[in-house]
Structure formats: structure tokens, C-alpha cells
């Protein structure tokens, strides 16, 4: 596998779309494309940005993207302006296929089963690539957006799925206001839909999954009131009351979404939520006016499920990107394999505007508090070519299975 990578942060999307695919064309040592990847900004017309990504790159080639808060490379973490990035791919010993599912507003288990029936049968596929709108309602100043849910969708494409394959990928989000987003599938640009790309051939693919919360205290909470994306009650007590009581004071509510703390699942009820891998986060948007509860970003938890208030730490984002993407290196370096091309999948929530620096780092400028920036610069001292962008769930393998997560970021590393 081959790749070139191109940005742009242009105003026009058509001549944004031009810019970033000539871009990844001047980088690349070969002018068509085998697949592209391509995301911009969810306030850019993308139609526009599809065409000027057209006239660069043809008609043939399959796109595959769409909408993201900002974007990531090798010398950009941009999410000011109008952000766009693209990587070109040119296989060699290696392919993928692609699936797209339509639907995914009325049944997220469905478009996973249709995506896995639709994908062509691979003997050597070894990672599926997968990315669904985030957004299933954007909401308005008297309602909170609705989301769709990752957990059915991948419930019902492994269920079809031929064998058992490692899931990673995204739920798209666009802005900070939960508007609609949209896809970049093959050849059409698609809204409420869920694709897949399958990897095959010599290809071997390592994830990394990057934390950046610690549990506020030792208590767990049985969630005993809770309606979709809404939880009103834990232990039988109002949900923001509690919160309240544990973190010491009402101040968590002033940021939608809630910056300071999220919800920790356990990935077994005997998990311990100090090791990184034994839980998954759950980001709260919000507070229902007159505080009857909370908005949760995803309608996934359930009544008697247990839970733990967990507090954000940029210093163990960054802590845990970095000790997480040296682990992949050295993995790969051990197994022999080289390292062709690495997507990044990050929670728009750890973006580096929203991090309140501590007094002792008052005079470092802001983006020097970016978890994003320790992969950037291992990913450039190991000369490993990088595409990321900003997302509403991040999906990978965690405790035995895929799962949906927030405020975490997901490194994939594709090897021969």
C-alpha cells in the first residue's frame, strides 16, 4: 500500500475538495487512486467539496468519509475554520471491499445486518472499517438531539458477519451542534446510512485505544430510571442530584456537553475502573431543564446496569496517547512488519480548545495540551504517513469485543 495525504482550510468547498486532493496526489508516487479517504468539516457544503474532490481524482475511484468536527495529519491538528483532509491509497499485495447500509434511522440493528450480508465473503479480510452517522434527530433550543446507537449496529453486523473480525471506526459528527451529518459512500454522498470497508491480502492491522478519564471516587451507581438517551435516576435517587453530591458542586453543568465528567461502564460487573481497558466512557450532553435528568450522547444503557462518575484528565489523555501509541510501535518493530498508513479516531469532546490548562502550564499556548499531538509526533518520528478526524463515538475492539466509546481516542495502524 501506497498513500498520499493533502489538507486544506479554505472557505470554498469546491476549491477545498481541489486543494486537498491535489495535495495527497503531489505526495503520493502514483496518480490513480486504488480508494480515498476524505473528511471535512460537517459546516462545509459537501456536495461542493465532493465535486472539487472529483475533478481532481476522477469518477472511478470510491470515497469514503464524510463529516467530522476537524481534521488530522501529519502537520495539522485543525478544527478552526473549515478543516478537510485527504489520504489517496494505492494497494498492492493488499484490497479492501466496500458495503453501505441505507436506514440507519429506523433500525441500527438492521443496517448492521444488511451491511454484513452485502459485503463480499473474504477469507483474508482482517480488519472492518466502519463509519455511521452520529446524529439521528439534530434537536432544537426546546429539544435535545437524538442519537443513533452504536451497540445495536454492531450487534447486528456481527451476528452476520462470516467470521469474527475486529471492528473499528466512528459515528460521525459534524459540529459542536449536533447538526445532521453525511457520508462519502463510493460514489453517492448519503445522510442516516453506515459503511464498512473490509481489509484483505497482506494486511495485518493493530488498534490502539487512548483513555483520558479516572474514576472520581471508589462508588458505583445502578441506573433505576432512565428512557432512551434520557437518565433520570440512580439508586433510586435524581441522577443530577447525586452528581452534585459526589463531585461537590453544581459547576459540572455549565459546559454541553458535560467537559468535566462522563459515566464509566464496567466491561464485567468485577471489572476494576482504574485499568484503562476494563470500562467504556459515556459523554452526558447535557442537563433536562428544571434538572430531571440527563441527556446522555448515546441511548445505550439500560435499567440495573451499574456505573461509575468518572472525571476527565487531560493529563492522562495525553499520558495514556502516548504510552498507548508507543505499545503499537513496539508491537509491530517485535512482530516485524512495517507500518504503511495510521488513521485516528478522536472524541471532538478532547480537542484542545476544551481543556482548561493547569495553573503550572498557564504560559504554554493551548495546543500544547492536545493528547492528538503526542501520536502526531511518535507517528512522524516513525515516518508513518496519518490521517485522523474528530468524532462523535469512537469504535474499537475492548474486553473480548467492539464497542462504541467517548472521550477516547482509537489509533489503527495498517501493516505488511
Keep these: 500500500m501506497k498513500v498520499g495525504l493533502g489538507y486544506s482550510n479554505c472557505e470554498n468547498a469546491f476549491i477545498a475538495g481541489q486543494q486537498a486532493a491535489q495535495h495527497a496526489i503531489a505526495q503520493a508516487v502514483f496518480n490513480d487512486a486504488d480508494l480515498v479517504l476524505a473528511f471535512c468539516s460537517g459546516t462545509m457544503d459537501h456536495q461542493a467539496f465532493y465535486?472539487?474532490?472529483?475533478?481532481?481524482?476522477?469518477?472511478?475511484?470510491?470515497?469514503?468519509?464524510?463529516?467530522?468536527?476537524?481534521?488530522?495529519?501529519?502537520?495539522?491538528?485543525?478544527?478552526?475554520?473549515?478543516?478537510?483532509?485527504?489520504?489517496?491509497?494505492?494497494?498492492?499485495?493488499?484490497?479492501?471491499?466496500?458495503?453501505?447500509?441505507?436506514?440507519?434511522?429506523?433500525?441500527?440493528?438492521?443496517?448492521?445486518?444488511?451491511l454484513a450480508e452485502t459485503l463480499p465473503t473474504m477469507s483474508d479480510a482482517s480488519l472492518l472499517l466502519l463509519l455511521y452517522d452520529s446524529v439521528k434527530f439534530s434537536g432544537s433550543e426546546n429539544a435535545a438531539p437524538v442519537m443513533n446507537p452504536s451497540a445495536p449496529l454492531l450487534r447486528g453486523l456481527e451476528l452476520k458477519l462470516p467470521k469474527p473480525l475486529p471492528i473499528a471506526g466512528a459515528g460521525l459528527l459534524g459540529d459542536h451542534g449536533f447538526s445532521h451529518t453525511q457520508q462519502f459512500c463510493g460514489k453517492s454522498i448519503t445522510q442516516q446510512s453506515a459503511s464498512a470497508l473490509v481489509f484483505g491480502g497482506n494486511i495485518r492491522s493493530y488498534i490502539g485505544v487512548m483513555h483520558g478519564c479516572q474514576p472520581l471516587s471508589s462508588q458505583r451507581y445502578t441506573i433505576t430510571g432512565i428512557f432512551g438517551q434520557f437518565l433520570y435516576t440512580l439508586d433510586g435517587k435524581p441522577a443530577v442530584k447525586v452528581i452534585d453530591q459526589a463531585f461537590g458542586s453544581d459547576s459540572w453543568r455549565s459546559n454541553s456537553p458535560v467537559s468535566q465528567l462522563c459515566l464509566g461502564i464496567p466491561a464485567d460487573p468485577a471489572a476494576d475502573l482504574s485499568m484503562d481497558n476494563e470500562y467504556s466512557n459515556r459523554l452526558i450532553s447535557g442537563v433536562l431543564p428544571n434538572d430531571e435528568g440527563l441527556i446522555l450522547f448515546e441511548p445505550d444503557m439500560h435499567e440495573g446496569l451499574q456505573i461509575q462518575l468518572m472525571r476527565r484528565s487531560p493529563a492522562l489523555g495525553r499520558t495514556s496517547a502516548r504510552n498507548s501509541t508507543e505499545a503499537l510501535l513496539q508491537k509491530i518493530k517485535q512482530d516485524g512488519r512495517k507500518p504503511l498508513f495510521a488513521l485516528y479516531m478522536d472524541c471532538a469532546g478532547r480537542i484542545a480548545q476544551f481543556d482548561q490548562a493547569p495553573a503550572t502550564d498557564a504560559a504554554l499556548p493551548i495546543a500544547g495540551l492536545e493528547e492528538a499531538r503526542e501520536v502526531q509526533n511518535l507517528l512522524n518520528d516513525a515516518r508513518i504517513p496519518l490521517l485522523g478526524f474528530y468524532c462523535g463515538v469512537e469504535i474499537a475492539p475492548q474486553a473480548g469485543k467492539s464497542r462504541g466509546l467517548d472521550w477516547s481516542g482509537v489509533l489503527i495502524i495498517l501493516t505488511r
Design 51 to 114: 465535486r472539487g474532490l472529483r475533478e481532481v481524482l476522477g469518477q472511478d475511484v470510491n470515497i469514503f468519509g464524510g463529516s467530522a468536527i476537524g481534521v488530522i495529519t501529519n502537520q495539522h491538528l485543525s478544527y478552526s475554520g473549515h478543516p478537510a483532509a485527504v489520504a489517496v491509497l494505492k494497494f498492492e499485495d493488499n484490497y479492501c471491499q466496500m458495503a453501505v447500509a441505507t436506514g440507519l434511522f429506523n433500525s441500527p440493528f438492521k443496517a448492521g445486518e444488511q
